[in-house]
């Protein structure tokens, strides 16, 4: 490569006449461009191969390759190129479907020399404009996607405050939260979910007890069975759960759905809304099951020793078809079985509110 490319934009002539390119080479040259001649297309790209191009101005009918092929290929390896279109009056059809293709211009044969200028430039200024609004179209897109990121950690830092005063106010939640997320992500991923459903499943199992935080001490920690009254009040907590978290979980409504209705009853029993089979929400049917597999398995402050894995998955079997969705208990009897579900040791155990007779819906 010699000093000139070094410096100088670097213009392309592609024409199987020997004499034309003469002509646009002089031109060009004397235009400031450092140029390069080829005499089909074949041998256009050999030169793209080797060195950066900003400019390609070639004919249309040529031997071995044409111009409509060669445009087709720059565009596709070369898209900061611009690419101006050569063609004889009786080709304009064609020329303008260049344009169609990606080509910045055409000239007709035959052609005043200020009107290549003119082009040209045109052309030229339209690639700047391209490659600018590319460069800001990325920026900007940057710029989004941190935006987004510091958004996102700021919606969970006070999603997590709100967990935080939760598990001050009822000891037994810490951890039972994380296991309920845990168990939701392994059951859903036994049926098959994945992606941003899998990621809302997790973070509704985070947060799906929030609603506690609306709750009497003094009967969130009642070791003990609970009045009715009590019962009814503590089984407030999904509504008032769902009332907190609506303005923060627009984006996530598989998150939401999940504190809202993960004490639902695939018979219809359940609350808040006594919605019955596949109308609760699937992701709620599995943070149902996951939520009164962990009661089971984990310390309460009415039944301090958990069940055992097997007599757990046993209840959850017994209810199936109940309180629980047979397709969900089955995923989780398949996991258990598989040996993907690892059972989280009690000494970090829970956990608020799931009935001491297990059957029941959990509190
Ligand atoms: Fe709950």
Known sequence: MTAEFNTAPCCLIVDDEPRLRQVLVHLMRSDGFACLEAGNGEEALAHLERQPVTLV???L???KMDGLEMLRRVRGRWPDTAVVMITAVSDVEVAVSCLAIGAMDYLTKPFHLEEV???VAQALEKRRLVIENRGYHESLQEKVAVQARRLEELFLASVQSLAEALEVKDPYTRGHSIRVSHY???????LGLEGELLRQ?????HVHDIGKIGVREEVLNKP???TDAEYEHIMTHPVVGWRILAPLLGETPAALNIVRSHHERYDGRGVPDRLAGDL???EARIAAVADSFDAMTSDRPYRPDGMTLEASVGELVRCSGTQFDPSVVAAMVSAVEGGRVALVPRATSYVGVASAATASPTR
């Open 57 to 59: 101005m070639s004919d």
């Open 61 to 63: 009918r040529m031997p």
């Open 117 to 119: 200028r003119a082009r």
């Open 184 to 190: 939701s992500m392994v059951i859903a991923r036994e």
């Open 201 to 205: 499943i997790e973070l509704g199992g």
């Open 224 to 226: 003990g069975k609970l």
């Open 280 to 282: 609760i929400p699937l």
